[in-house]
C-alpha cells in the first residue's frame, strides 16, 4: 500500500514538474555564498580572489569580513580555486549548484612560511582533507552532498562510511565496525558534544548501531570522520570518532524541502530571522511513512510496523561585538511492535516472543563563538542530552498467553560543559586548549526471567549522579611549509570509580613533493562503558555492584599514511596501522570478552584483565568528479583478536580479515538547456564472512528452552562463506527556475544476501541451523526544493 501511496505522488508531481519544464527555455542561474578563512586561527580574510575554474565566469573578491558572492551561475558542478596573497591556494571541488538554493561555502586558507606577501600558487586538492586543523592524518572529510550521491549511503552518514577502508557495517542495521572493533567503540559528535548514539532503533538490533540516521542531510555540514590516531581534544573514545557539525541556515532568503519516500515525510526550512541578514534558521522534521499510511488506513497489520519521527534545527545570531551565539537541537522518537504470527506459522523458538520497545533521545545545546582582537577564539558550548529506553518482551505459549521474559527501563541525562580557547601564535605555532565536564545522572534496571516459565529477576539497577572530566591541550607547529606536528595530552577523570587517565598524542605529516606526502601518528586512548556495565548485580552477592571498579578500557594506535596524487583528480593512499588494547572487561575464566558486545544488556560479572590487538593495511584509491564521472576502490586486510579471561587469544566478533569496495558513479547534464541532472551510482563490496562460536549441540537441546547454546571454548573459531553485495542509486534532477524537482530510486543489497542473525532451534525439523535473514531495503523518494 505503501509503494502504491508513492507511485501515485510520483505519477502526479512528474506531471506538474513536466508542465513546468516545457515553461523554461534559458537555464537557470543560482547564487554561491561563501566566507574565507584562515585555518588555525578562524580569522577572516579580505581580498582573497575567488574564481570558478574552466569557466568565463569573472572573479571576485572578498569584502572586508571574509565574504564574498557569485551570483548569476548557471545551474553545475564546479570547482571553485580561492587565493589570498602570503597563503597556499585552495581548490574547493564538486560544488552542486541547483536552481532552487544558493551554495554556502566555508574555506579556510593555509598560510605560507615563506617571503611575507609571496603569492603561492601552489594549489591544495584534497577534497578528502580534514576539518580539524589539528588533524594530519588517520581521518577524512565527510561530504553530505557524498552521503546523498553514494550507491549505498541511503542519505546516512554511517551507511556511507562502510565504503571506506578499513569499515565494515551491516544490512539490518548501520553499526560502524572500524579495524575489527565493535560498533560500540565509536564517538558520535555534534556541535563539540558527545551526543547519544543519533539512530533510530539504537543499540537494540546491534549494540553501537541502529537502524537509519536521526540526523538529516538537509541539516548536516560537511563533517570529520576518524578510523585511527585522533588529535588530544577527543576522549572517551578508541576506535573512531564522528565528529559532526550543522550548518548555518541561508540569512539572505528563504528556502524549503519537502521529500517524500518510502523511509519517511521530510520537511525542511531555512532563511534570515531578521531584516539586516546576520541571523538565520534551519530545521527538519521526518516522520515515518509507513506509520502515516497506517494511520490513515486505520490498518491493524501496519500498526505494528517501526513508529520513527525526528526532528533538528539550528539557531544562529551573529552579533556586531559579543560574537556568534548558536542554538541547536536533534531528537528522535522511536516505537516498535512486532505483528505476532499464529502459533501454527511459528519455525523458531524466537517466533514465539513478542518484543516491544519504545526510544526517546535529544540533545540541546546553545553555544557561544568569539574572536578576540589578538587572534584568539574562545567557543563554550552548554548541552544537555537525554536518551531513555524501555523494552518488553514476553513469550506466547500454544493458547497465546503471555508471559513476560524482559522489562528494561534505562535513562540517561548528561549536562555537558564543552570550553576550549585556541590562538594562533605565529604562522608556526597554534594551540588549542580545552576542558569537557559531564555530569551524568541515570536511573536504570533490567528484570529478566531465567527461563520463560521462571518469574523476573533483577540483573542491574542504578540511580545517580556520575561525572566524567576531561583537560586537554594540542599544538600545531608548521616546522616548514613541507613539514607539520601536532602534539597534544589529554587527561580525564572518572568520579564513579576515582579511575583517571592521561593520554599522549603525536602526529606528523611531511608534503615530500608536490604529489607525495608521509603521515604518522601515536595516540594512547581510553573509553569507560557505557553506565548498565557498572550496575550489574550477581545473585550470590546481593546487591553489591560487582563491576563497579572496572578500569576505563585503553588502546594504543601507530599509524602510516602514504597519499601519491596521480593527477589533480585521482590519488591512491595507503595506510598501515597497528592497535594494541588493555583493560578489556572480561569474565574471569571465560572466552567472554566486552569487546564483541552485541546485546543491549549485560548481566556478566567482569574483570579489567582482557586484551586485543588489530592490526592490517588500507588502500583508497580514489577519483574525485570530473567530466561527471567518479569512482573509488577500497581495499582493507587486517587481523582483529582478543585474549579472554581464561588467557587464551581469539578472533573477535568482527574479525572478517578483509574487506573490498568499487564505486563509480556518472552524471549527465540533459534536457532543454543542459539544465538537468541524470546520476547513475553502483557500488559492489566483497568482505569475509560473519564470524560464530560452535553450537553446543547437546545443551542446546537440553535447554527447557531451546536456546542456543554456543560452544565458548572456541568463541568465534567457525566463518560463514564471503558476503557479496551490490547497492544502487539513480537520481533524475529538474532545474526550473527558483525550484527543482528530484525523482530518485536508492537500493541496499540488490545481490539478496541473506544476513546471518544467530543459530536456532528449528520447531519442525527439530535442527539447529543458522537463520538467515533477507535484508533489501528501497527507497523510491521525489524531492521539491523551492
Known sequence: MAKQFLIICFIVCGWLNTQTVFAQETRPTQTIRGLVTDVASDAPLPLASIKILNTDIPATATNAEGQFVLPNIPVGRYDLQVSFMGYETEIVKDIVLTSAKEVNLEIRLKEHLGTLGEVVIRARVDKSRPLNKMTLTGARMLSTEEASRFAGGMDDPARLVSAYAGVASGLSDNGISIHGNSPGFLQWRLEDVE?????HFADIGSYGGGLLTSLSSNLLGNSDFYTSAFPAEYNNAISGIFDMRLRNGNNQRFQHTFQLGILGINAASEGPLDKQGKASYIFNYRYSTVELLSKLSKSKDMSQSLNYQDLNFKLNFPTAHAGTFSFWTTALIDKVGPQMRKPSDWEYAEDAKDSRAKQTSAAAGLSHHYLWNNGGMLKTTLALTFSETNVWEGVYDALMNAKPVIDFKVRYTNAVLNSFFNKKYSSRHTNKTGVTITNMHYDMRFDMAPYYQQPLQRLSEGQGNTVLGSVYSSSLFNLSDDLSATVGI??????LNKRWTLEPRLALKWQMTDKNSLGFAYGLYSRMEKLDVYFVKNPTTGQALVNKDLDFTRSQNVSLSYQHRLSDNLSIKIEPYYQYLTNIPVVAGSSYSLINRRSYYIGEQLVSEGRGYNYGVDVTLEKYMSHGLYYMVTASLFDSRYRGGDGKWYNTRFNRHYILNGLVGKEWMIGRSKRNVLSVNLRASLQGGDRYSPVNIPETLAHP?????????RAFQN??????????????????KKISHEFALKGLNATNYREYSGHAYNLHTGAIEPRRMKTTILNLLYR???
Do not use: A
Not at 551526543?195 to 539512530?199: D, H, L, Q, S, T
Not at 528452552?705 to 571454548?713: G, N, S
Not at 560463514?720 to 551490490?726: D, G, V
Open 784 to 786: 521539491i526544493d523551492f
Open 719 to 736: 566463518e560463514l562463506s564471503p558476503i557479496f553485495m551490490l547497492h544502487y542509486s539513480i537520481s533524475y534532477r529538474i532545474n526550473c
Open 705 to 713: 528452552d531451546k536456546e542456543t547454546i554456543y560452544d565458548e571454548r
Open 490 to 495: 589529554n587527561g580525564q577523570f572518572l568520579t
Open 195 to 199: 551526543i547519544p548514539n543519533p539512530n
